[in-house]
Every structure is written in structure tokens, then in C-alpha cells.
């Protein structure tokens, strides 16, 4: 059989190709790689074109939006569910009526872009 001495020799060298196996092994043998993400910008809706969600409601339900949000005239409650509008924004478009236009609307502290963007086919004045 081993020696005591052999046996921690053989205990060395197989830690030490082990860890040799976990380091260089990924050189040798590289994993699958990921897979890459492409985001797409969609199209900006077209003027007269397909109308805003209309959501149902039922007896028990009732959808704080459905169709387009009046700025001049919605509560908190119904500005927080658009998109990209959160508590603050919403208390700032309440504190920044009446509203003519998106140009009006683009003034609010918080509103870029893409905001914009996103808000345009489900606002009204």
C-alpha cells in the first residue's frame, strides 16, 4: 500500500488538479455564451390612429383609466395609473393646470421624451 507520506503526496497533486481543473478549465472548455438582448423602439403611434384602451367594467370591477385621461380634470388616483407617472409627477401635473397641449404638458418637471412619448395616445386637454 501508500506510505503516510505517499498519501499526502497524492492528496497535493490531485487538490492541485483540481484547482488547476476549476481555473483553466473555462479556457479549455468555454461555457455557452449568453444570449444578447435587442431592444426595438416602437413606431410612435399615427394621429387618427388605433383608439387608447377601453377596459370593461363589471359590477364589482371599474378601471380607474379607460380610454383617454382628461389632465385638466383626472384625480390622483387616475394620473399615477398611466404609464411612467408616479405619486410626485402626478401631484406635479395636478399643480401645473390647465393644460392646451403636449407642449403644455412638456413643461412639468419630469416629463421628457419618453414620457412624453408614452402619455401622447392616452391624454387629453
Do not use: C, Q
Not at 53 to 80: F, Q
Not at 89 to 113: N, Q
Amino acid at each position: 500500500m501508500f506510505t503516510s507520506e505517499r498519501r499526502w503526496i497524492l492528496v497535493l497533486v490531485g487538490g492541485l488538479l483540481v484547482v488547476a481543473g476549476l481555473t483553466l478549465g473555462p479556457a479549455f472548455f468555454p461555457a455557452a455564451h449568453a444570449p444578447t438582448v435587442t431592444r426595438v423602439d416602437l413606431p410612435p403611434p399615427a394621429p387618427g390612429g388605433p383608439a387608447p384602451p377601453e377596459y370593461p367594467a363589471t359590477a364589482s370591477v371599474h378601471p380607474l383609466i379607460s380610454g383617454r385621461v382628461n389632465l385638466n380634470s383626472a384625480s390622483l388616483e387616475e394620473l399615477e395609473a398611466l404609464p411612467k407617472v408616479g405619486t410626485a409627477l402626478a401631484a406635479r401635473i395636478v399643480a401645473g393646470r390647465p393644460y392646451r397641449s403636449l407642449a403644455d404638458l412638456d413643461r412639468v418637471k419630469g416629463i421628457g421624451p419618453s414620457t412624453l412619448k408614452a402619455l401622447a395616445p392616452l391624454v387629453t386637454f
